[in-house]
C-alpha cells in the first residue's frame, strides 16, 4: 500500500470526524447554554455515530444507522427527527441479546442477524429499546411533529451491516452489542441531540 493511498485514506477518515472540542462546541451552540447537562447522547446524522457524553467529554462512541429518507420531523415521514430529545422510557431490560420485540415486548422469537448489508422484510426491533421524547415544542414536540407519538426510538437492529449506514424509518439504530450497553448506562431523563 502505498504512502499517497494512506495518506488520502486518512484525510478522508478525519474529513468525516468530528474533534471532541467541535462535538462540545456544536452541542453547546445548539443548546445555547440555557440547558446544563452533566450527561447526554448527541447523535450525529452526518457521521452515523452517537457519542455518550459526561462532564464534557466523550466517553463512548456508537457507529449507529438513522433514516434513509434523511432527517425530518413530520408525522408519517419515516424520517429522523432532530432537535433536543430525552429518554422517556427504557424497554427490554430482560430480553436476550438479539431478541426481537413487538410493540416493546419479547414474545420468545430471536431475529437472524445479518452482518451484511442484507435488508430485513421485517424491520426488526431487537434487544433494548430507549424511546425518546421530543422537547421542543413546534420543532419535535406537538400536532403531527411529536417524536414520542412517532415512535422513536434507539434500539437494536437485526440489519448489523447495515450500521453507518443511513437505513432506518426514523429511529436510530444500534448493533445489539452496543444498545445493551448503552441501556445498562444511561437513565431515563438522559437528554439526547439529534443534529
Known sequence: MGLKYIFSFTFLLCLNSYSQTEIITKIDNYLNKNIKYDNLLFVSIENQKMYR???KDIIETYDISTSKYGIGN???SNKTPTGLHKINSKYGHKTPVNGRMIGR???GQIAKIFSDTTTSKTDDI???ILWLEGLENGINKGDNIDSYKRYIYIHGTSEEGRIGIPSSHGCVRMKNKDVIDLFNEVAIGT???IL
Do not use: C, D, E, N
Open 53 to 55: 457524553i459526561q462532564s
Open 74 to 76: 413530520q408525522m408519517g
Open 105 to 107: 415486548v419479547f414474545y
Open 126 to 128: 431487537t434487544s433494548r
Open 191 to 193: 437528554f439526547v441531540l
